[in-house]
């Protein structure tokens, strides 16, 4: 009866559970970041209506990408483009350009080759162009 027990249970123990863009922003992006997109002040920005903003210029969008705790995260290329999306959606609907185009696996993994040593600095000169 074990056998037949462990059987049945062992198929759906043995999958791998995918997680949705929410849950990996909640897993990866939480300690920093609290569940409802605000920073930490003052070290940590809020990700509420300043991330759609950024990302209205080549330079911003890749930005994004290139933060330290971004581009290091455990999450492959496209979950973390999938996170940005949800980011996006979720906290910065209002203002996100119209022309918007989702982040893709590849303009992630592209991005995230650039290490940014000084993210304040250069998240400073984007907003002052």
Not at 30 to 51: F, K
């Amino acid at each position: 009866m074990r056998i037949l027990l462990l059987a049945a249970i062992l198929p759906g123990a043995m999958t791998t559970a995918v997680a949705d863009p929410h849950t990996d922003y909640l897993l990866y992006c939480r300690g920093c970041h609290l569940a409802n997109g605000t920073g930490v002040a003052p070290d940590v920005p809020t990700l509420v209506d300043e991330i759609g903003k950024l990302v209205s210029t080549p330079a911003g969008r890749e930005y994004i990408v290139r933060v330290p705790g971004v581009s290091q995260t455990a999450m492959d290329d496209d979950r973390l483009a999938a996170v940005l999306n949800w980011v996006l959606a979720e906290f910065n609907a209002d203002t996100t350009p119209a022309e918007f185009q989702p982040y893709s696996g590849e303009e992630v993994h592209a991005a995230r080759s650039k290490v940014l040593v000084d993210p304040i600095k250069y998240r400073a000169s984007i907003l002052a162009e």
